[in-house]
Nanobody, 122 residues
Framework: QVQLVESGGGLVQAGGSLRLSCAAS????????MGWYRQAPGKQRELVAR???????NYADSVKGRFTISRDNAKNTVYLQMNSLEPEDTAVYYC????????????????WGQGTQVTVSS
């Protein structure tokens, strides 16, 4: 079994900051791409930011210059530093990871965390 456990969500005022973390654990052989997505009430889940194993990144236009994604490959952990938060950033944030796992044979993996709520008040 492989688990993605997120932390760091909460309530913050507009202009504030939060840092999300997501740690992958279990029978992991290798984690390649990792990313953060979000889903606001009544809307589809959307990409926030992704990072490759080598550190290449891409961001949604709405968060460029405000959010920074990073990762620690040794810890199979991805982070999302969110600054200058806006009420429009309010959503459930989900971690995604892709790679190879051994459960009980070697196979590809594409999994999601349980989500963490981020609420930005105006």
């Amino acid at each position: 079994q492989v688990q993605l456990v997120e932390s760091g969500g909460g309530l913050v005022q507009a202009g504030g900051s939060l840092r999300l973390s997501c740690a992958a654990s279990g029978s992991i052989v290798r984690i390649d791409g990792m990313g953060w997505y979000r889903q606001a009430p009544g809307k589809q889940r959307e990409l926030v930011a992704r990072i490759s194993r080598g550190g290449g990144t891409n961001y949604a236009d709405s968060v460029k210059g405000r959010f920074t994604i990073s990762r620690d490959n040794a810890k199979n952990t991805v982070y999302l530093q969110m600054n200058s938060l806006e009420p429009e950033d309010t959503a459930v944030y989900y971690c995604n990871a892709q790679g190879m796992v051994f459960t009980p044979t070697l196979k590809g993996y594409d999994g999601w965390g349980q989500g963490t709520q981020v609420t930005v008040s105006s």
